[in-house]
């Protein structure tokens, strides 16, 4: 039996060896941040962070489970716990790495750089997973379904944000692609507003845009496509809106509930509606609580201020692909803080503030934290098991404002 003594001198070589790969992993996510690649074209991440393992000892499959931009590296073959580190490093169209995952595929990295030479003492299994596509399509959806994570006993990841959090709520998100078909005529010498496209999809955006939400739901998107030529009324139009709610069955009602809405509001228009899908359903994000706790307690070990989880309300809440494999694998999902504030995730300030010191340090705090918490979950059998047990628990949606 391993005694804490042991996690204590483990977790002493886990901070030297990520001591030493600080300056590589901080290059890796300011390389990342120098070349923003949108969902699934994440090619110069794919290769930058397959290659890095690589070199330190871990066998890689680059492409795995036939997703171009996503790769295993591997390393350790014991017979405890079997760990998935998942690397996000997918950008943003038009404002680049607004959400900071240049910081996720790093510290991932990082913490397998770091555990690369424990993994035979600690008896575990260690992939980095190489996730594209969070930030649009469902690279984890897809990956969950293809069986990336069916030997896995834990999934960790950390996600940058203006402060540290354990448990962030994430809704289950269902998309509506809304095409609008009407009749194509001079736009000059057809006065008439019926059967065009354009207006019928303005008044579904206005329609969408004013609907009485609760706290927990949001209803948002764009217009994709509004026409090609002033003076042909248009005959076919696009958007595409984000539906989400606290779990997977209120996010599929909700939207099931406002595709009526938009065929009643379109019934008279002359125009016809069509609706689609361009990605995975996101599920409802189901926080470790005890998995979340030993990540907690490793960051705080560090120094890192958490906001304590009972501040913790629907304000805070977005999403991720990361709730998909929360579902089948106890997940964590905790965010580091990057000291960016008054900038939020997905704004421009953002961008900038994944760069500063506060995030290079943030990059080396999440690799150690995700790090140490495998030697937690290697040494303590007693936590893997807890932490199996609340997986277990049936109240799949944990309300953090009890918590
Ligand atoms: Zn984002
Ligand atoms: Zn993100």
Redesign the pocket.
């Known amino acids: 039996m391993t005694t804490a003594t042991d996690a204590a001198a483990l977790k002493g070589r886990v901070a030297g060896a990520i001591a030493d790969a600080r300056a590589t992993v901080v290059e890796l996510s300011h390389d990342l941040h120098a070349h923003p690649e949108l969902a699934m074209q994440e090619r110069h991440a794919h290769d930058l962070l397959a290659d890095t393992l690589e070199q330190a000892g871990f066998a890689v499959t680059r492409h795995a489970h036939d997703v171009e931009t996503a790769f295993r590296a591997e390393i350790g073959t014991g017979a405890g716990p079997q760990v998935v580190v998942c690397a996000e490093y997918d950008a943003l169209p038009g404002i680049g790495h607004a959400?900071g995952?240049n910081l996720i595929g790093a510290s991932s990295v990082g913490a397998g750089l770091s555990l690369a030479g424990l993994v035979d003492d600690l008896g575990v299994g260690l992939c980095v997973l190489g996730t594209p596509a969070?930030?649009a399509v469902g690279g984890k959806a897809i990956l969950v379904e293809r069986g990336a994570f069916s030997r896995a006993d834990v999934a960790l990841m950390v996600?940058p944000a203006p402060l540290d959090i354990r448990e962030a709520p994430a809704l289950a998100v269902n998309d509506l692609v809304v095409t609008v078909h009407g009749k194509a005529a001079h736009a000059s010498l057809s006065r008439s507003r019926r059967a065009n496209a354009l207006e019928g999809l303005v008044e579904v955006y206005r329609l969408l845009s004013a609907h009485p939400l609760g706290d927990w739901e949001r209803c948002h998107g764009v217009i994709t496509h509004g026409g090609d030529a002033p003076n042909v009324v248009p005959e076919r139009t696009e958007g595409h809106w984000l539906v989400r709610a606290r779990t997977d069955v209120d996010a599929a009602t909700l939207a099931a509930m406002l595709r009526d809405e938009i065929e009643t509001t379109l019934a008279d228009s002359g125009c016809t509606v069509e609706f689609t899908s361009a990605m995975e359903v996101y599920r409802e994000m189901k926080h470790n609580h005890v998995l979340a706790g030993a990540y907690q307690a490793n960051a705080e070990a560090l120094g890192r201020e958490f906001v304590p989880q009972a501040l913790i309300g629907p304000e805070s809440a977005s999403s991720t692909d990361m709730g998909n494999v929360s579902q089948v694998v106890p997940s964590i999902h905790p965010m580091i803080g990057i000291d960016s504030l008054p900038a939020l995730?997905h704004q421009r300030g953002f961008a900038d503030a994944a760069v500063s010191a506060a995030a290079d340090t943030a990059v080396h705090d999440a690799a150690y934290a995700i790090a140490a918490t495998v030697v937690d979950l290697a040494v303590d059998s007693d936590l893997m098991a807890a932490v199996r047990a609340d997986f277990e628990r049936t109240d799949s949606v944990g309300d953090p404002l009890e918590r």
Do not use: F
């Open positions: 959400c995952h969070e930030e996600h995730n």
